[in-house]
């Protein structure tokens, strides 16, 4: 991990673990019984795509257009849809140099601690690198908010991939942790087997 990325993170991390959140003790779980599907993996590579990853035979990848009504900032935004699960991985590709590396990080940081930290017990960044020797950062988010499982990838010279877990269901921890353990490993897989293109001119 380069110097200039971890210098970055620590301060980050400083800023956001001194704000004040509240702390509980976890809950005795109960779960639903929940018939998992075998985990078998294809492969996410589409022409033009400055990426390409692995992902699970029971999901789908569907094209995303739109941003909360706007359109998206390019057209490598794509979903991955859990129907059995009412699941959706949502990854945001952004471009290192259209955008600043260090605005990417911090935004990054908001997202996952300023936007739930009402809602999360706790919230743990953890540094990454993959076999393919791409860097980022994992968020375990742990307490009734709308995601527990949020990350960043990046080579920080081109390549900004940020992606996010969101049920369509009322968040609560207890009924979806279950869910939310099964599909972790998924994303675990994506973040592994991520791979960079190179894009068409």
């Known amino acids: 991990m380069n110097r200039h990325f971890i210098l970055i993170f620590i301060f980050f991390a400083f800023v956001f673990f001194a704000c004040e ?8 779980r109960g779960y639903y ?3 998992f599907p075998e985990k078998k993996y294809q492969t996410f590579r589409d022409e033009g795509y ?7 035979m029971y999901a789908s990848v ?6 909360f009504g706007n359109a998206t900032e390019n057209p490598w935004w794509v979903n991955i849809d859990f129907p059995q699960f009412s699941a959706r991985v949502f990854l945001s590709y952004k471009e290192i ?3 600043k590396f260090d605005s990417l990080i911090s935004d ?3 997202m996952s601690y300023k936007q739930h930290a009402t809602k999360a017990s706790s919230i743990e960044a953890l540094p990454i690198k993959t076999p393919n020797k791409i860097e980022g950062i994992y968020f375990s988010l742990k307490g009734n908010t709308a995601t527990a499982n949020q990350f960043f990838l990046t080579d920080s010279v081109s390549h900004f991939l940020r992606g996010a877990l969101y049920f369509d269901a009322t ?7 279950v869910v939310n353990e099964f599909l972790k ?9 991520l791979q960079w293109n190179k894009r068409k001119n």
Do not use: M, V
């Open 97 to 99: 140099g259209k955008n």
């Open 50 to 56: 400055p990426y390409q990853f692995e992902y699970p």
């Open 185 to 193: 490993k998924d994303l675990q897989h994506l973040i592994n087997s």
């Open 108 to 110: 990054a940081f908001i």
């Open 33 to 35: 019984k929940i018939d």
């Open 62 to 67: 569907l094209k995303d257009s739109s941003f």
């Open 21 to 28: 959140s509240n702390y509980t003790i976890d809950k005795r």
């Open 171 to 177: 968040p609560n921890e207890d009924s979806l942790n």
